[in-house]
């Protein structure tokens, strides 16, 4: 090729511009390191682990999804980010800090995926108001600081009883409709898998004082400071009759993995989606 004819390069970058301008924001964005980015933000139902204490250990929630979203076959490689907490709500998530300093830098961002409003409920005064509004306030900052990033605002789980699930998510779909962004609702898979039995899906917590005496030897293994935590149903048919055994409603493995699952189902036609809108690569220039 004649270093002085530029003709064939200038044609290659004319292209490249036009196919810049025309394609969709999904389309032209590089994925980060060869990889779409998914971030996770939540409380303890997002965090996606069980305490490390209990047993068996499994792969956290992120790591299933990744292994799942592998396994569908013509995506692209995903890498997942949790960036969630237990006890968290987004008031605090923002007023803490640790928004800016674990999420607003995090560097080629996909897709967000938001799960809030357990502990919003509990810890935040007037709730109905201030849910939404602080809902708002993570949007914004979200846009801001990730602005080639999808917002995809989550019902929670079925962890209080439905009354209050209802009135939580109503308000997670009146943000998800003012904002128009899609709503991902998780709920009615969760609720259905749990009408297989009630207590699949959660890990027993429950206070030691309570247990009778001579059971201690017993949930010894179990016991960690004043309470005993069991990943799943191996002690239900010595201690499932004591009140309120069931009570914690935080998911097990089991849990974690109908939320990863049903996540992935979610993700994965829209990943798919986005595949088909990225122009293929530009042929080389002539030589």
Known sequence: MNPHNTRYPLFAFALL???????????????????????????????????????????????????????????????????????????????????????AKLPGIDWILIRYGINDRAKREDFGTNFVKDFHELLARLRQDHPQARLVPMTVIPFANEEVSREINDLVMQVARDEKLELFDIYPRYAAELEKGPNMLNYRRFSLEKVPEQFHTLVKPYAFGSSVEVMDNELDGILGHLPGWYGDRHPNLAGYNVIADETVKWLTPRLQEVKKTTPAAIPAAAQ
């Not at 939540?42 to 299933?64: C, F, I, N, Q």
């Open 17 to 103: 511009l036009v196919t810049s301008l025309v394609a969709p924001p999904e389309a032209v964005r590089a994925d980060h390191e060869g990889k779409v980015q998914i971030l996770l933000l939540g409380d303890s139902t997002t965090e996606g682990s069980v305490p490390r204490r209990l047993k068996p250990a499994g792969p956290h929630l992120e790591t299933v999804m990744e292994q799942l979203l592998a396994a569908q076959g013509g995506l692209p490689p995903c890498h997942v980010i949790n960036s969630s907490l237990s006890g968290e709500f987004i008031r605090r998530l923002i007023d803490s800090g640790r928004y800016d300093r674990d999420a």
